[in-house]
């Protein structure tokens, strides 16, 4: 029905940046709020960044200033921009999206997550 598809993640050293892409596909009707979360060993999924359909942003505050989250409405997609990473980065990100799918009668936005991608930080 809808899949959430990301990519981008990888190794990099303290400082660097990365550029996380996520885009949904299959039968959509309509998409709501995007946004991205992680995942670090041993710890609790955390929300990371979120942009609702009319472009306002929320951000972690570990990561204001140097994360920027984007959207293209044309393609479904989701960036997500860091900067200045640091070895606390480390996690795996995941994509999420509150989609309505045709094939829901009833037009619902339900929630949709990526597989993960993978971040590494080194110091």
Excluded: H
Aim: glycine share 10%; proline share 2%.
């Amino acid at each position: 029905q809808v899949q959430l598809v990301e990519s981008g993640g990888g190794s990099v050293q303290a400082g660097g940046s990365l550029t996380l892409s996520c885009a949904a596909s299959g039968s959509i009707l309509s998409v709501g709020v995007m946004g991205w979360y992680r995942q670090a060993p041993g710890k609790e999924r955390e929300l990371v960044a979120t942009i609702t359909y009319g472009n306002r942003k929320e951000y972690a505050d570990s990561v204001e200033d140097r994360f920027t989250i984007g959207r293209d409405y044309t393609k479904n997609t989701v960036y997500l921009q860091m900067n200045s990473l640091k070895p606390e980065d480390t996690a795996v990100y995941y994509c999420n999206a509150e989609v309505s799918s045709t094939s829901d009668p009833y037009r619902r936005l339900n929630d949709y997550w990526g597989q993960g991608t993978q971040v590494t930080v080194s110091s």
